[in-house]
């Protein structure tokens, strides 16, 4: 007999999530979709589509959010979202129209968040994943995710959050092959504990020669969700201090990538990879990388280790990969 009892994260191929949306109906938080579309069981809310190709012979890969607790549909302003008391789920695309910038995009994307995140009371972001097309490209003479950090930035001073580790997400940004902004999200009723990488600066203090506005996001963030220690970790790259390292090599980046995910991991209490269950998401911008990483991922983590591999642009032009994780444990 299959469990009912759904893991708080699965990745599913296709041929997989069919079934395991009709398994967990009532427990799912969001599906978010890469790859090619297809038609889904209907959930509380619409599945987001992310233009991503999936890498490794499958067409499209699914990333299912799921709770033990019964779920809820939470609608507001026109914004569909689901609660299980503890944490809310959510997910927004925002169309960019001529005249429009990513910068107004981003700064609106977040001003929705938050009104929705506090209209339901569950005011601590805990995770935020971004996707969006041309994101090395230039617009008005700056590059679209430096005019997201400007956005992103303006939008959490706007609403009195602090730039600090209290109210500071894990998130991650990457580049898409079409649409529009895509942004989804998991905030709780409590707030989660901020976790840093002593090997990096914070990405809130990086200097101007990055952006006029410094991204914000956390390395990591850890709460405790029905009863389960969660880790969930950030897009992380060949980054030490703030600067780019390895510049053209993949090898040494995908080394030193590794090191940074293990010195997050370093800082988890009782980290077991033995009991704890570990999924990534590998985002690599040149396909012809795919083997060397993989082979390096697995030997990193082993086949327990659930990983989706897909092809998309860095948010710095001089990355060729970025990593984010989340780790689960039952017995925390
Ligand atoms: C870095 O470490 C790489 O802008 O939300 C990683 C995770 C990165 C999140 C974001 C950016 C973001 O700066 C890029």
Redo the contacts with the bound molecule.
């Keep these: 007999m299959q469990s009912n009892k759904p893991s708080r994260l699965a990745y599913l191929n296709a041929d997989e999530i069919g079934a395991y949306l009709e398994r967990h109906n009532g427990h799912v938080l969001g599906v978010i979709g890469f790859g090619r579309t297809m038609p889904l069981p209907a959930a509380a809310c619409a599945p987001l589509w992310v233009d991503i190709p999936v890498l490794g012979g499958q067409d499209s890969s699914f990333e299912v959010w799921a709770s033990e607790a019964p779920v809820v549909k939470c609608e507001h302003q026109n914004m569909c979202g689901t609660g299980d008391g503890e944490v809310l789920f959510g997910s927004l695309t925002l169309e960019q129209r001529a005249g429009d910038t990513l910068e107004q995009l981003a700064a609106q994307a977040y001003m929705r968040i938050f009104a929705f995140i506090d209209h339901f009371g569950y005011r601590n972001l805990l995770r ?1 994943w ?1 996707y969006f097309p041309y994101i090395n490209d230039d617009e008005n003479g700056l590059e679209r ?1 430096r005019g ?2 400007v956005g ?1 930035h303006a939008s959490f001073v706007a609403n009195g959050r602090s730039i600090g580790e209290e109210s500071v997400p ?4 990457l580049g898409s092959n079409s649409g529009s902004l895509a942004v989804y999200f998991m905030a709780g009723k409590q707030p989660g504990k901020a976790v840093e990488n002593p090997r ?1 600066v914070s ?1 809130y203090h ?1 200097p101007e020669r ?1 952006g006029p506005s410094s ?3 956390v ?1 990591a963030m850890s709460a405790t969700l029905g009863g389960q220690y969660c880790f969930f970790i ?4 060949s ?1 030490v201090g ?1 600067e780019t390292m390895h510049q053209g090599d993949a090898e040494k980046q995908t080394d030193e990538t590794l090191l940074n995910i293990r010195t997050l991991l370093q800082q988890i209490p009782d980290y077991d990879p033995a009991q704890g269950r570990m999924l990534l998401k590998v985002y690599v911008r040149r396909i012809e990388d795919l083997p060397m990483v993989q082979t390096k991922v697995q030997a990193e983590f082993g086949s327990a280790c659930k990983a989706v591999y897909l092809h998309s642009n ?3 032009s001089d ?1 060729l990969l ?1 990593i ?1 994780g989340a780790y689960f444990n039952d017995a925390k």
């Excluded at 894990?170 to 940004?173: D, M």
């Design positions: 935020v971004h995710y997201f950090n992103r894990a998130a991650s940004a990096q990405a990086y990055f991204p914000i996001f390395r950030s897009g992380t790259a980054i703030y860095i948010c710095r990355l970025e984010e």
